[in-house]
T-cell receptor, first 112, second 118 residues
Framework: QKEVEQNSGPLSVPEGAIASLNCTYSDRGSQSFFWYRQYSGKSPELIMFIYSNGDKEDGRFTAQLNKASQYVSLLIRDSQPSDSATYLCAVSMDTGRRALTFGSGTRLQVQP | EPEVTQTPSHQVTQMGQEVILRCVPISNHLYFYWYRQILGQKVEFLVSFYNNEISEKSEIFDDQFSVERPDGSNFTLKIRSTKLEDSAMYFC????????????????FGPGTRLTVL
C-alpha cells in the first residue's frame, strides 16, 4: 500500500513565525509532490509543487524535497492567522500516473 | 481567473437511488478527475479521464460508478445505486495535460458536491 504520511497536528505557531509542515511518502518511484491548503468545508487549493531535490520558493512559501529520505516539507514564513487551515501533501506515485495520493493533512493554527 | 465549477453544491438522496454529479472543468484543460473525501478522512482518487476515456481508476471506482463527458464542457460522475458509505464530498479537478506526461501537471479542484445518502 503506497502511503503519504503527515502529522495531523494541530501545529500551533504565533503570528509572524515560521511554520514547518512535513510529509513522508513510501514509494521511491514518486515523481511529483504538491502542497494544497484546505479550509474547513472547502476544496483543496494548490499552493505549490516540487519535483526536483532541493528547495523551491514562492513568496512566503518554500517547499523542500529530499528524495533519498522520501521527505517533503513546506515552510511558511511570516505566518498569518489567515494561514490557519489544513495543509495536504499530495504525491504522484508512479511515472506516467496523474492520480494523486493525499496525506491526511496537518492542521495549522496561527495565533494572533 | 478560470476555475472548476460543480453542481449541485449539496445533494441528498435515498439509498439505492442514482445520482449524477456535474462538473465544468477549466476550458483549456484536457485531463479531468474525480476525488472524494469522506468526512474527517483523506482525499481519495477515484478516476481520471482523457480524450473521452478513463485513463486511470482506483479500487473505489467499481461498477456502480461511471463518468461521462456528455458535451464540450460538462464532465459527470454517476453513482448507479447509492449506499450509505457513498456519503462524502466529491471533488472534480482538471489539469492542462498538454503533450506527454509532465510531472508539473497541476490539478485544480472545484468547490465540491456534498453527497448525503439517507
Amino acid at each position: 500500500q503506497k502511503e503519504v504520511e503527515q502529522n495531523s497536528g494541530p501545529l500551533s505557531v504565533p503570528e509572524g513565525a515560521i511554520a514547518s509542515l512535513n510529509c513522508t511518502y513510501s514509494d521511491r518511484g514518486s515523481q511529483s509532490f504538491f502542497w494544497y491548503r484546505q479550509y474547513s468545508g472547502k476544496s483543496p487549493e494548490l499552493i505549490m509543487f516540487i519535483y526536483s531535490n532541493g528547495d523551491k520558493e514562492d513568496g512566503r512559501f518554500t517547499a523542500q524535497l529530499n528524495k533519498a529520505s522520501q521527505y517533503v516539507s513546506l515552510l511558511i514564513r511570516d505566518s498569518q492567522p489567515s494561514d490557519s487551515a489544513t495543509y495536504l501533501c499530495a504525491v504522484s506515485m508512479d511515472t506516467g500516473r496523474r492520480a494523486l495520493t493525499f496525506g491526511s493533512g496537518t492542521r495549522l493554527q496561527v495565533q494572533p | 481567473e478560470p476555475e472548476v465549477t460543480q453542481t449541485p453544491s449539496h445533494q441528498v438522496t435515498q439509498m439505492g437511488q442514482e445520482v449524477i454529479l456535474r462538473c465544468v472543468p477549466i476550458s483549456n484543460h484536457l485531463y479531468f478527475y474525480w476525488y472524494r473525501q469522506i468526512l474527517g478522512q483523506k482525499v481519495e482518487f477515484l478516476v481520471s479521464f482523457y480524450n473521452n476515456e478513463i485513463s486511470e481508476k482506483s479500487e473505489i471506482f467499481d461498477d456502480q460508478f461511471s463518468v461521462e463527458r456528455p458535451d464540450g464542457s460538462n464532465f459527470t460522475l454517476k453513482i448507479r445505486s447509492t449506499k450509505l458509505e457513498d456519503s462524502a464530498m466529491y471533488f472534480c479537478a482538471s489539469s492542462e495535460g498538454v503533450g506527454a506526461f509532465t510531472n508539473t501537471d497541476t490539478q485544480y479542484f472545484g468547490p465540491g458536491t456534498r453527497l448525503t445518502v439517507l
